[in-house]
């Protein structure tokens, strides 16, 4: 799939902007710092997943200034032989809208699907490097661009886990006061541990599943960007979804219970899972070097752009917020060689391999787009 | 910024449901355009409303009795008097099935199939330990004290399809299962007269999990 062409309204840093990317190959965004190169990158990732790309409320997305209330981002492009056009309107007060191809939508979320992204940014080395949480979301929205249905799942999860948790603190607070538990605490736990578990083991199967689906796809993106770099015995990399809990989810509830009331927190569940990365046979986390760690990173994500162009059959939109003034030249390189064929929109500063073909160019000067 | 009383009615205004700031001062300058006794006119509806309707007694529900100054001058003062809903008070009405839901507005849904013939409880909410409310704060001590009393034979769980509304009928479940009475939920699915094409894949899926055999 492809992008032909974007309007941004009242987004971000802009009033209002046009971006026409090349259909294949690279399109260079450049600029310096600050003018607004992430934003352009951001407003696509929006269509794509609703959520901001580094994680901002959706309300920050508005422009600030001149009370502008609503940013608008509209894209035209095709996904194969068909047309798609997505819009979707961002309300700092009132409902937000989306449509698909002229179609209003009844929710919002339902535009999930319609176009997919890859995004590779600097902090992807955090997937590696950093706490499970991330690599929790790496495959939560995996799982998403590959079964829009799972948002569902994770959305509930998210609320049954909120729900739970405010259950056990109220109750670990009477506790606290002497006044002991209350009768009804035990039976209510009881409706929220049932639905904890029918909906965390859901999601934790998908999640396993998607990281056996990832393993070889994986290994096989970090040989080739760690191609010529990796020492003997450190170009195998490997995936292990680790659940927090043995058995059933349930029974894992149940015995957990004490420790959960004592505490005031959920200490099993899908959200205290981990996606396990092994480089050679140690920890990746702890044991390997920063530039193993980022060429994993970017393996993981080269894997799940290959998993959603296959199982989808049509190639997300890649997008490359300033990637390259993070990488050595041989990882860069490598990155370069093993770039999916389709559609890649690239930020930077002015850090490019020299190899890099570029299909087109756009400038951002003083906050507008120039094409 | 505003004189005092002007202020007091934008707060009052803004402390309502979905009304926002904005919204509160738009509503409280056209009250104060409006002829006196136009505005006086809401001011009247809400205090006999105030005055006149209360919940049943029985089933929780909006119940309107006499004006208070006729029932229960005597004794409750200040208190409305206690009374009975129109559907509780309807001796056609089938006793031994109760349909169990959230709130009033729940009632008016159903009655509007009129295909439900038994009396209702308003639990008035849902459990969502978020907002503080737990089964203590819901009507559900008063629907089992209905329970023998009333000689139910069925209680329809009828409670929103989301986390709150299941999580309350899945607590009502449990409880409930000692007794010697059938506990139904109602089925969650697809709207009559949509395609399967526009379901969502959750409601979908919730369909076929409560299909029914259409031949015996």
Known sequence: MHLERLWLTDFRSYRHAEFAPAPQGIT?????????????????????????????????LIRTGDGAERAVV?????????????????????????????????????????????????????????????????LDDLLVA??????????????????????????GWQAAAGRGLAPDVESTLEVWDAKLAAAGDALARARAGLAEALGLRAADAYRRVASGVAHRGRDVVSLHYETSWQGSLAEALRAARGEDLRRGVSTVGPHRDDLRLQIGSTP?????????????ALALRLAGHHLVAERIGSEPVLLLDDIFSELD??????????????????TTAGHLPVEAVVAAWARIEDGKLLA | MYAAAVQDLIDELGRLPGIGPKSAQRI????????????????????????????????????????????????????????????????????????????????????????????YHVLQGAISPIDGIGPDNLRIRELLARLEVEGVKEVILCTNPNIEGDATALYLASLLKPLPLKVTRIASGLPVGGDLEYADELTLGRALEGRRELVD
Not at chain 2, 94 to 111: G, I, K, L, N, Q
């Open chain 2, 28 to 119: 409280a300058f056209h009250l104060l355009r409006l002829p006196s006794h136009d505005a006086l006119r809401l001011a009247e509806a809400i205090r006999v409303v105030k005055e006149r309707v209360s919940w049943c007694r029985r089933c929780f529900n909006i119940a309107e009795g006499p004006p208070a100054g006729e029932a229960g001058a005597a004794g409750d003062a200040g208190r409305p008097p206690a009374i009975e809903c129109d559907i509780c008070r309807d001796e056609r009405r089938d006793p031994t099935v109760v349909c169990v839901v959230e709130e009033p507005r729940d009632v008016v849904a159903v009655e509007k199939t009129r295909e439900f013939h038994g009396r």
């Open chain 1, 28 to 60: 260079v965004v450049t600029g310096a710092n600050g003018e607004g190169k992430t934003n352009l990158l951001e407003a696509i990732g929006y269509l794509a997943t609703l959520r901001s790309l580094r994680g901002n409320p959706s309300e920050s």
């Open chain 1, 284 to 296: 990746a986390r702890t044991h390997a070097s920063q530039g193993e760690q980022r060429s994993l």
């Open chain 1, 329 to 346: 030249a041989s990882r860069a390189e490598a990155l370069l060689a093993c770039l999916p064929s389709g559609q890649a929109i690239i």
């Open chain 1, 74 to 138: 509209r894209m035209e492009g095709r996904r194969e032989a068909r047309r798609i056009v997505v819009e979707a309107e961002i309300s700092a007060t009132g409902r937000s809208r989306a449509q698909v191809n002229g179609q209003a939508l009844r929710r919002v979320r339902d535009l999930l699907g319609a176009l997919q992204v890859t995004v590779f940014t600097p902090e992807d080395l955090a997937l590696v490097k950093g706490g499970p949480q991330g690599r929790r979301q790496y």
């Open chain 1, 146 to 171: 590959l079964h829009p249905r799972h948002d569902a799942t994770i959305a509930e999860v998210e609320r049954v886990l909120k729900q739970r948790t405010a259950l056990l603190k109220s109750a």
